[in-house]
C-alpha cells in the first residue's frame, strides 16, 4: 500500500503525539523522513534508466536579422528549444547565445545578435560548450549513479562530482 508523503507526514505526527508540531518542526520531520527513505532505499536499491538526449543539430544562417537564428533550408527547430534553453554557437566567430523563443521549425529568437548571413551554426543542450556533453543539473537527486552508457549498451567513463 503506498502512501502519499502527507499522510505519512500525519501517521508520524500522530505516532511522536505531536500532531500540532510543538516538539518536531514540519522541516525538521521533512528532513528526518528524507534521511530514512534514503536508508531504506541503501537495503533494496532500485535501479532507474533515465535517457538523455545528445542535441547534434547544426546549419547555416541565411538571414542575417539581429537576434535570431533562420535556416529555412533545414527546418530543424522545435517548438521545446526554448523550454530547454537550448545553445547556439555560432562556428564562424566563436560566439554563443541562448534559445529565448522558437517561431517556426526555421527561425529562432536569440538572447544575443550573433549569426550574420552564410555563417555557420552548431546547437548544444543546455548550458553545454560541445555535442558530446549533457547537463544534469535539473535531474533529480538520486542516490549515486551506477553507470554511464551511450550508445546504450556502451559503459563509458564517468566520475562524480562530490
Given at each position: 500500500?503506498?502512501?502519499?508523503?502527507a499522510t505519512?507526514?500525519?501517521?508520524?505526527?500522530?505516532?511522536?503525539?505531536?500532531?500540532?508540531n510543538?516538539i518536531?518542526?514540519?522541516?525538521?520531520?521533512?528532513?528526518?523522513?528524507e534521511?530514512?527513505?534514503k536508508r531504506i532505499?541503501e537495503?533494496d536499491?532500485?535501479?532507474?534508466?533515465v535517457?538523455?538526449?545528445i542535441?547534434?543539430?547544426?546549419g547555416?544562417?541565411?538571414a542575417?536579422?539581429?537576434?535570431?537564428?533562420?535556416d529555412?533550408?533545414?527546418?530543424?527547430?522545435?517548438a521545446?528549444?526554448d523550454?530547454?534553453e537550448?545553445?547556439?554557437h555560432?562556428t564562424?566567430?566563436?560566439?554563443?547565445?541562448?534559445?529565448l523563443?522558437?517561431?517556426?521549425?526555421?527561425?529562432l529568437?536569440?538572447s544575443?545578435?550573433?549569426m550574420?548571413?552564410d555563417e555557420?551554426?552548431?546547437?548544444?543542450?543546455?548550458?553545454c560548450?560541445?555535442?558530446?556533453?549533457?547537463?544534469i543539473?535539473?535531474?533529480?537527486?538520486?542516490?549515486r549513479?551506477?553507470?554511464?552508457?551511450?550508445?546504450?549498451?556502451?559503459?563509458?567513463?564517468?566520475?562524480m562530482a562530490?
Open positions: 500500500m503506498a502512501l502519499s508523503y505519512m507526514l500525519d501517521r508520524i505526527e500522530r505516532h511522536l503525539q505531536d500532531t500540532g510543538a518536531y518542526g514540519l522541516t525538521e520531520l521533512g528532513d528526518l523522513i534521511d530514512a527513505l532505499a537495503y536499491p532500485v535501479e532507474l534508466d535517457i538523455f538526449k542535441e547534434t543539430r547544426e547555416t544562417e541565411e542575417g536579422t539581429a537576434n535570431t537564428l533562420t529555412t533550408a533545414k527546418g530543424q527547430f522545435l521545446t528549444d523550454d530547454n537550448k545553445v547556439v555560432n564562424t566567430d566563436d560566439t554563443w547565445a541562448v534559445v523563443t522558437c517561431t517556426s521549425t526555421s527561425i529568437t536569440l544575443a545578435d550573433i550574420d548571413a555557420e551554426y552548431e546547437i548544444y543542450n543546455k548550458r560548450k560541445n555535442k558530446r556533453q549533457i547537463y543539473g535539473d535531474m533529480p537527486s538520486y542516490i549513479v551506477v553507470s554511464v552508457e551511450y550508445p546504450v549498451g556502451t559503459e563509458r567513463n564517468f566520475s562530490s
